[in-house]
């Protein structure tokens, strides 16, 4: 029999760890090909080289074009890939993650069904942002209210801090441009953050629909770990550089709004090690008392469910039961 054309899959030994991953690489008005084991972005001023096993997640923004072969790549090293549009619309994709086990994507599954649990996690994570605070006696209300009213403190320190004016969050999806200038940052540092944990949560095997707090989106989960961050990374970021165009440390009309929040996202993100916790977070909270091992290298574990236990996958069953005629 023939053999199949194309290159075969990494193991997951082969791959970079997430927590030594590139953040992520933005790009716009560029064909994306491939070269060997690397990524190509052609523009208008050369050709520029990407190493895609140690890359994170690509952001795509308008006038971006991808190969075919550009993309398996990218699905084999287990990178995520966000479409970012000019107005802040976006769709995701990802290539096959680096976790070869489901057994956080079941941990989590777990959690969410079963509302005691849930509940216990969710109080778990509000913890997480109210330092020095006893949460475990809170209802999902409760949790609500002190996190509304501890993020419109951050949101006023912040406009204190930088002289920014604030009044609220407001913004539109469908018009980004149409927002003030704090809107515009706040909304291009979270896509940031957004597009990074996702790609985290992708990558070790956990479901980024399966939120706890939040649900109902396919999102979900991906915006329940974000949150654990904004405060320290997308609302410092967006109100410092929107503070530092207002005071003519930034020529304003050479200031690339967007483009300078991402920069310095993607600096931050790198110097804090933001990655490495988001993976020792998630772990974290889904398995409390298995913070050992490296789940996204793991081995292939294919079994079958059996309510005694599972069973080793790729084993004929036929004689172990008698049917009845």
């Avoid at 944990?197 to 939120?211: R, Y």
Wanted: net charge negative.
């Amino acid at each position: 029999m023939a053999s199949i054309s194309g290159v075969e899959p990494s193991r997951p030994s082969e791959l970079a760890r997430v927590e030594d991953r590139i953040s992520f690489v933005y790009l716009e008005h560029a064909v994306i090909a491939r070269d060997a084991n690397a990524l190509t972005a052609t523009t208008e001023e050369g050709i520029m080289h990407i190493p895609s096993a140690g890359l994170l997640v690509l952001l795509l923004g308008p006038g971006t074009n991808v190969t075919h072969q550009a993309m398996t790549v990218l699905a084999d090293s287990g990178a995520a890939i966000v479409w970012v549009g000019e107005r802040g619309v976006r769709y995701y994709a990802g290539g096959r993650p680096l976790a070869r086990s489901s057994r956080l994507l079941l941990k989590q599954a777990s959690i969410v069904s079963n509302g005691r649990r849930r509940l216990a996690l969710a109080r778990r994570m509000y913890e997480m942002r109210f330092e020095g605070e006893d949460t475990r006696a809170l209802t999902m209300q409760q949790l609500r209210g002190r996190e509304g009213a501890r993020i419109r403190n951050v949101y006023r320190d912040w406009s204190k801090r930088t002289a920014v004016e604030w009044d609220k969050r407001d913004y539109n999806p469908d018009d980004f441009a149409g927002g003030d200038p704090i809107n515009q940052a706040l909304s291009a540092a979270n896509a940031c953050l957004y597009g990074v944990v996702h790609a985290a949560v992708v990558a070790i095997g956990c479901s980024p629909g399966l939120g706890i707090v939040h649900t109902g989106h396919d999102l979900s989960f991906v915006y329940d770990i974000a949150d654990l961050y904004k405060a320290e990374f997308s609302i410092p970021v967006a109100f410092e550089i929107v503070s530092s165009i207002e005071k003519g440390e930034i020529e304003r009309e050479n200031a690339d709004l967007p483009q300078l929040v991402r920069r310095e996202m993607r600096d931050r993100i790198r110097e804090s090690r933001l990655i490495e916790r988001i993976v020792r977070d998630v772990k974290g909270l889904l398995e409390k008392d298995e913070l050992e091992g490296e789940v996204e290298s793991g081995e292939d574990r294919h079994r079958l469910w059996d309510p005694k236990g599972d069973v080793e996958a790729g084993a004929n069953y036929g004689g172990e039961a008698r049917w009845l005629s």
